[in-house]
């Protein structure tokens, strides 16, 4: 059985989700959010998320990561520095727990699970809603973003493990 951990990787609010395909049914296993102190240091807020994405690791023991690329951010490239930071932890922690590592573009995410690559939270939200067929849209749209990325690795039949 493939076990998939998505990660919506963020400095303040790094969203998590772990699903499984059982039969003709997508299974949640768990979804939540790594929240750090702003006025932390970025070592210890790092190191935060990279212990508890470690504990997520090793709770659902998952066969694959699929994770959000960083974007450029033209306006604000500290963030998209920041936001490697965090990509950078957690892959580190999912090559050392022997995962399969994909990486998906947000507009790839998108454009799978709604036909559009520029889909709002609330439309992301209601297919993820939808495909997991829970009674409510995941909350906050970090663990939905998370367990889109999730669907989207289940859902792509080739993806390209090596890409940047």
């Known amino acids: 059985m493939e076990r998939i951990l998505g990660i919506d990787p963020g400095l ?12 003709n049914r997508v299974i949640l296993d768990e979804g939540g959010v790594v929240a750090t102190n702003p006025s932390q240091p970025l070592a ?12 997520v690791i090793d ?14 951010l033209g306006k604000n490239p500290k963030s998209a520095i920041l936001l490697a930071h965090v990509r ?3 892959l580190a922690n999912a090559f050392e727990s022997g ?12 454009k799978l699970l709604t036909g559009h690559g520029r889909a709002s939270k609330e439309q992301m939200q209601h ?4 495909e997991l067929g829970l009674s409510e849209v995941p909350r906050p749209h ?11 690795h289940l859902h792509t039949s080739i993806p390209d493990q090596y890409a940047a």
């Open 127 to 130: 297919v993820v809603k939808t």
């Open 12 to 23: 303040n609010r790094t969203g998590y989700g772990v699903i499984h395909r059982e039969q």
């Open 142 to 152: 970090d663990v939905a973003d998370a367990l889109a990325i999730a669907l989207c």
């Open 44 to 55: 210890e807020r790092i190191c935060e998320i990279a212990c508890e994405i470690r504990e």
């Open 99 to 110: 995962l399969k590592i994909y990486h998906y573009k947000p507009t790839q995410i998108k």
């Open 59 to 72: 709770q659902w023991k998952p066969t694959a990561l699929a994770i959000e690329q960083v974007f450029s």
């Open 88 to 90: 950078g932890a957690v």
